[in-house]
């Protein structure tokens, strides 16, 4: 009688394993025990799903499939609502933030795919180099936080700053665009970067062609060399709503990789 015990229970364990794998529509088998490659360990318990993507809102724009945040995360401890994110109907993505449920809403969108080197583009069809001091755009890609490359716009709280940041994570960033520029106000700006073994090529250009922001960063040990996810974000600098007390609508028509 206990065998019979032990084994439904062993019964059960595995198809409530099996269940719990089953991702992305398909059932993987786990290795386990001493094989190649490489004549490694394999433990199947180091497998897991993250309970915030297995439940995630997924949106498809651009070509390419996005998870959107949620809950209460940074950069800098905002309240991210997936809501607030959404596809027009001429293909353009809107990020908002607005004020629901008695606190200020932020956005992001990760891609669900993971890249290396190429070239990245931005089109963004608003207004997007004099948002409010305390908004921040983010056009990047992510690891961790020394494997970063990112378009910021943004004056982080300080109104008399410049406008545009280039960043090459962990050590270097550029900033351009300031606050008495002509391009100030500028609609339908493209934003690049085009990331190299030995190379980082930044640029934002004008809808008319004029080259905004240029700048190349060549330090190799900054430049990563891992694969990355994309990453869109309009959020708040230390959670401090916009000065204006104003929602905010940033619509990007395209984004793509060559």
């Known amino acids: 009688?206990?065998?019979?015990?032990?084994?439904?229970?062993?019964?059960?364990?595995?198809?409530?394993?099996?269940s719990a794998l089953s991702w992305s529509r398909?059932?993987?088998?786990l290795k386990s025990g001493t094989k190649g490659p490489g004549s490694n360990y394999w433990n199947p318990n180091n497998v897991y799903i993250?309970?915030?993507?297995?439940?995630?809102?997924?949106?498809?724009?651009?070509?390419?499939?996005?998870?959107?945040?949620?809950?209460?995360?940074?950069?800098?401890s905002n309240y991210w609502n997936p809501n607030n994110a959404y596809v027009d109907s001429d293909g353009k993505l809107h990020l908002e933030i607005n004020y629901t449920d008695g606190h200020w809403n932020?956005?992001?969108?990760?891609?669900?795919?993971n890249f290396k080197y190429g070239k990245y583009t931005w089109v963004v069809s608003s207004q997007s180099l004099n948002l409010?001091?305390?908004?921040?755009?983010?056009?990047?890609?992510?690891?961790?936080?020394?494997?970063?490359?990112?378009?910021?716009?943004?004056?982080?709280?300080?109104?008399s700053s410049d406008h545009l940041h280039f960043t090459c994570q962990p050590d270097q960033t550029v900033t351009f665009v300031s606050p008495d520029s002509s391009y100030i106000n500028a609609t339908n700006v493209t934003y690049t970067f085009d990331w190299r073994p030995t190379y980082i090529h930044y640029t934002a250009t004008a809808s008319n062609g004029k080259?905004?922001?240029?700048?190349?960063?060549?330090?190799?040990?900054?430049?990563?060399?891992?694969?990355?996810?994309?990453?869109?974000?309009?959020?708040?600098?230390?959670?401090?709503?916009?000065?204006n007390g104003k929602p905010v609508d940033v619509i990007i028509s395209s984004f793509y990789r060559s």
């Open 50 to 76: 993250d309970p915030d993507e297995s439940n995630a809102s997924v949106l498809s724009w651009s070509g390419y499939d996005w998870i959107l945040k949620s809950g209460i995360k940074g950069p800098g």
């Open 26 to 29: 398909y059932d993987g088998t």
């Open 1 to 18: 009688m206990r065998k019979s015990i032990f084994l439904l229970i062993g019964i059960m364990l595995l198809i409530s394993n099996a």
């Open 106 to 113: 932020c956005v992001e969108l990760d891609s669900v795919k």
């Open 211 to 243: 080259i905004i922001a240029n700048w190349y960063c060549t330090n190799a040990r900054d430049i990563p060399k891992v694969k990355a996810k994309v990453m869109i974000n309009l959020w708040l600098q230390h959670s401090v709503p916009p000065s």
């Open 132 to 159: 409010d001091k305390n908004v921040v755009l983010g056009l990047f890609t992510y690891t961790d936080d020394n494997h970063e490359i990112d378009i910021e716009s943004g004056q982080w709280g300080n109104s």
